[in-house]
């Protein structure tokens, strides 16, 4: 009876840490190919992540996907590292989130590293340049699709309307630092929330629309 309760013991803590290695092993591959495309910064990787997590594996709807890029864009570091970490975090605990974390940094740290040694034989090269040109072209085009998609579930109403726009102007017309916006659009919402409640207004959090989450990705894939 005993030996059995042990072989029963083992045969489930194997199952276990096989399971706990295909998360990781997923999660590492997962964010291994998503860290070349993050030429631009953070923000352009979070359409990719937003496409394996969301539209793919259903990891997490939408909502969740939209608080935590609010969340990672606020914590110190690079929003994509922080998201990365994140999804890590929930999908396999602590070393979930330090996979993802290495699976997302690893191809930059390479690649950055191959385009250090070898910018200054090739900078002079029109065919370099116009590549350059057009990554750059890209990448914006990643950043405003990811604004578009977060602004559709975080502006919602007059307030926040109001503190996209004031936040817009004070960093484009007069070059606050980005912390500090952040840290008084934090303290107007939770005022504004405040200061309703008690004149007894009902007021939303969050869109009302609902979203729509793709059963399957539609476009190319992207595989190193």
């Known amino acids: 009876m005993i030996e059995e ?20 092993t997923e ?28 539209a793919k594996r259903g990891w997490l709807d939408e909502k969740e996907m939209d608080d935590m890029l609010s ?12 998201a990365a970490a994140f999804i890590g975090y929930r999908r ?9 974390v290495i699976g997302v940094t690893l191809p930059t740290f390479v690649i950055g590293l191959l385009f250090y040694l070898f910018y200054s034989l090739l900078e002079d090269n029109i065919k370099v340049q116009a590549a350059l040109k057009g990554i750059h072209g890209a990448v914006i085009g990643l950043m ?31 070059h606050l630092n980005p912390l500090l916006v952040i840290s ?4 107007i919402g939770v005022a504004y929330l405040f200061v309703e409640e008690k004149l007894g207004r009902r007021i939303a959090t969050e869109s009302r629309r609902k979203t729509k989450v793709k059963k399957e990705a539609i476009g190319p894939e992207y595989y190193i």
Do not use: H, W
């Open 5 to 24: 309760t042990i072989t029963y013991g083992g045969i489930a803590m194997f199952a276990t840490m096989r399971q706990s290695a295909k998360k990781l």
């Open 27 to 54: 999660l590492f591959l997962i964010f291994l190919r998503i860290g070349p495309m993050t030429f631009g910064g953070g923000f352009a990787m979070i359409p990719l992540i937003s496409e394996e997590v969301v």
């Open 71 to 82: 969340v990672a864009g606020t914590a110190p570091g690079g929003v994509g590292v922080n």
């Open 92 to 100: 396999a605990g602590i070393l979930g989130a330090i996979t993802a």
């Open 144 to 174: 405003v699709t990811t604004a578009y998609r977060m602004s559709k579930s975080a502006i919602f109403d007059r307030m926040t309307i109001g503190l996209a726009c004031l936040s817009l102007l004070s960093l484009t017309v007069l």
């Open 184 to 187: 008084c659009g934090t303290v």
